[in-house]
């Protein structure tokens, strides 16, 4: 039913609603929560990630915004419609799963254009649309082919285009890339952000992969445990974790112990550090400095930084960058990341055993409690 509510003065009504609102969602089975009390707002043309670990209940939070799980309490609206109560097949959703699921005795064509058949639509339409589709996804000419006679990455493609082609509200992804190899995946991912921005569809993607959904998503919701524990930019969640969980699941980050009192953090390892009064940390509470190891410097420091002692105890070469294993005190070992890009250094790298200082910018770390 059309909602009366009147938009903000200068917005459309489709502007001004989220295309998809989760209102206090939970999925409890046999008295485990697999969703706990999830609520947010997904914009029109987003590509909202929804990322986490295994189990964290991703795919369940997917699967009730598709209608193919029902929620245990609260409310999933698309366009401001209330849609809890309705099957998928009523909801103006189409869903990419892992698996493409492809009509192996149909074409490439007739997989795109078997919902548009479904619907109705009038031939010449038909073939119009399928034709725009499989160039878009640049599977143009091959429309005659048998999904089996495709690799992974263009059949990957026809799934895509099959349920782009219907012109969805909304579309849901399930760790679509996951089949790929690495190299495919990357460039899929930067194919599938370019498709999206172009059909202007709101994107709604699953995955366990942090730098998959740093690379794709406008916004990412990083879950643990059936909740968010936070929402933001790719850069937000990056660079400004909200707690130990994001800091640590959002690819590497130091966590050094110490106790922070008066703007000060005291590490367990012996230095205190000056990080500015934090609001909300009280003097004398354990807490654990969050630092990326790209952020840490190996020489030439700057004025005001801090500086640690630390003996190195491992040397990852992997090309593009090489990695150091610091000691700073027994039990605490931070990472640090240096790219290799000055050539005279090579052979300046540090060994295990060697005493070394390392330094970062107090504004680069953060205090977690
Ligand atoms: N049909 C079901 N019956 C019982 N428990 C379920 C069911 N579906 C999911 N769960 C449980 O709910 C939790 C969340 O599962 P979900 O599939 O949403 O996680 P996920 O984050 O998508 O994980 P993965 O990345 O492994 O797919 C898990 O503990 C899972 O075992």
Not at 77 to 88: I, S, Y
Not at 105 to 121: E, Q, Y
Not at 240 to 259: C, D, E, Q, W, Y
């Amino acid at each position: 039913m059309p909602s009366t509510d009147s938009p903000s003065p200068g917005v459309t009504a489709s502007e001004a609603r989220p295309a998809v609102r989760l209102d206090g969602v939970s999925k409890n089975y046999g008295g485990s929560y697999a969703v706990r009390d999830l609520s947010l707002d997904i914009a029109p043309g987003e590509f909202f990630a929804l990322l986490g670990p295994s189990g964290c209940g991703k795919t369940t939070s997917l699967r009730m915004i598709g209608g193919f799980t029902d929620p245990t309490s609260g409310t999933v609206l698309l366009g401001g419609e209330d849609v809890t109560a309705l099957p998928p097949d009523k909801r103006n959703v189409n869903t990419v799963f892992q698996s493409y699921a492809l009509f192996d005795h149909l074409s490439v064509a007739d997989n795109v254009a078997f919902g548009l058949k479904r619907k109705g639509v009038g031939r010449s339409e038909i073939r119009e649309r399928v034709a725009t589709m499989l160039e878009r996804v640049q599977l143009g000419g091959l429309g005659d082919r048998k999904p089996r006679t495709l690799s992974g990455g263009q059949r990957q493609r026809v799934a895509l285009a099959r349920a782009l082609v219907n012109r969805p509200q909304v579309l849901l992804l399930d760790e679509p890339l996951a089949a790929l190899d690495l190299k495919l995946r990357r460039r899929m991912q930067v194919e599938l952000k370019q498709i999206q921005r172009e059909v202007g569809i709101t994107f709604v993607f699953v995955t366990h992969d942090q730098d998959e959904a740093l690379t794709m998503a406008d916004r990412v919701a990083v879950m643990n445990e059936g909740r968010v524990e936070q929402c933001g930019t790719p850069e937000d969640v990056y660079e400004r974790p909200a707690n130990r969980f994001v800091a640590s699941f959002m690819g590497t980050s130091n966590l050094v112990p110490g106790t922070y009192r008066d703007g000060q953090v005291v590490l367990d390892c012996g230095p205190a550090l000056p990080v500015g009064r934090r609001a909300g940390i009280a003097d004398g509470s354990g807490v654990s400095l969050s630092i990326r190891p790209e952020k840490i410097w190996l020489s030439e420091f700057e004025a005001g930084m801090a500086l640690v002692q630390g003996v190195v105890r491992e040397t990852v070469y992997s090309g593009p960058t090489t990695t150091y294993l610091i000691e700073l005190a027994p039990g605490v070992t931070v990472s640090v990341l240096e790219q290799n890009t000055d050539r005279s250094r090579m052979e300046d790298r540090w060994h295990g055993g060697e005493r070394v200082e390392i330094g970062w910018r107090p504004e680069h770390c953060l205090v977690l409690d």
